[in-house]
């Protein structure tokens, strides 16, 4: 059993751990805005407007909920974001091997 | 003192009116798609797309508590959309001139 609460970061690995959180962050608002623009340019009446409007209510809670950079959560999130391909398994090269084994066994859950 | 209550409409006056109603509608919808087109395509950041967001939060609260075709409120309605731009003293032309004259005094107040 993993007893996230007692995990240690050293400030090389918080440094990686950082940098890698800011790279999954980018990669995923990046693609947002691309589907934004892309299905602004298909609006062609209001239920398109208001289907764009649902789609950000629930991306932003996603978003806001899903980017929580707290150490005691950090294997967890970034485990959702390798399942989801918005972090890659390079990204945290540098991190204790330990942490790398739980942050890809927890992504396949 | 006006007695909304105590209105009638002809048959005429309320094909004339669902028209009028209809227009001021596509203006004001058609003016919000180009305004959304408009913001997307110069979003840059995520800041820009849930100011998008934001905007369309309330535009839809604005656009579903005004576009009320009961005819108990509908000078009133019309007295709005008058005073926004949406809706042209031609649209309702052929309704009695009593309602015109107090859509126009509404539009002004």
Known sequence: MMQ???ITWTETEKEIAQQAFKKAYDREIMALIDYVQDQSDKIAKIEDVWYLHDFLSARRHQIDGKYDYRYSVLLFVFAQLLKEGWLYL????????????KISALSRM
């Open 4 to 6: 996230v609460s007692e």
């Open 90 to 101: 390079e990204d945290i090269q540098g991190l204790e091997r330990e942490k790398v084994s």
